[in-house]
């Protein structure tokens, strides 16, 4: 699969990494493509390819969106035709003061995305884990699978992304549509303040049981 890459700091690098290993084309969409994120990623996986965001997102399936919440707008405003039909995977949570939600719990950053690409299909996922599980998403022992949950409007688009999931090592777990993803933007709070604060291992993920 083509897949396109904004933002290649912890989290999209660490995806971009083990989705090119999974032998995905892998294009990292850069601005400036001697930035410090994309030379230290390239160090790590020289596979990887890098072209400029219209060039990346047009050409590319699945473009997964990495960056810091508050560039979001101004970063996929001027992609909106590239990204126009594409599933859009959307890793970012809004984050206020305090550790509350950025969008003071009144809309999901996702739904906000949604709303300014009415014509791309957007999916919240890889976004209730710090970065090290994403590096590496194996637990054995444990007789079952890490679960990553997500959500989004589009049902094909989240058949792709649950493909992904699960050749990632994770048991993907469709909880709904984009209104859902205010839920998943606090379950990344309690995640944060459990183990960014309250000292529990970064490799604290949750698992489904079901009877
Ligand atoms: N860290 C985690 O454990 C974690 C886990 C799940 C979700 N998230 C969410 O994922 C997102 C990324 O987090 P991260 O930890 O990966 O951040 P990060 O390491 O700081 O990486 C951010 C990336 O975004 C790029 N970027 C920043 N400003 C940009 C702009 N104006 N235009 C284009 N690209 C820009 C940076 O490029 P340059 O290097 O060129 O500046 C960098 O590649 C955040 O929304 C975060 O809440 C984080």
């Known amino acids: 699969m083509r897949i396109a890459f ?3 700091g912890n989290v999209g690098g660490a995806l971009a990494n083990q989705l090119r290993r999974l032998g995905h084309e892998v294009t990292l969409a850069a601005k400036d493509p001697k930035s410090k994120s994309i030379t230290a990623l390239l160090a ?3 596979d990887l390819k890098v072209s400029p965001p219209s060039e990346a997102v047009g050409t590319a399936e699945v473009v997964v969106l990495a960056t810091p919440f508050q560039v979001n707008v101004e970063v996929v405003k001027p992609l909106a035709a590239e990204l126009s039909g594409k599933v859009l995977i959307d890793c970012t949570n809004p984050i206020g003061p305090g550790l509350s939600h950025g969008l003071g719990s009144k ?3 996702t739904e906000m995305l949604q709303a300014l690409l ?8 890889f976004s ?5 599980n ?7 022992g444990f007789g079952v699978k890490p679960v990553m949950m997500f959500c989004g409007n589009d049902a094909g688009a989240k058949e792709t ?6 050749t990632l090592g994770w048991e993907p777990l469709d909880v709904g549509g984009a209104e859902q993803a205010l839920h998943l933007e606090h379950m990344t709070l309690l995640w944060v303040h459990m183990v960014r ?3 529990r291992p970064p490799g604290l993920v949750w698992a489904v049981l079901t009877r």
């Open 6 to 8: 904004i933002g290649s």
């Open 44 to 46: 790590r996986n020289p």
């Open 107 to 109: 809309q999901s950053g």
């Open 118 to 125: 009415p014509q791309t299909k957007v999916v919240k996922a």
């Open 128 to 132: 209730i884990y710090g970065y090290e």
């Open 134 to 140: 994403f590096e590496d998403s194996s637990f054995p």
């Open 161 to 166: 992304v649950a493909g992904l999931l699960r």
């Open 197 to 199: 604060l309250g000292g």
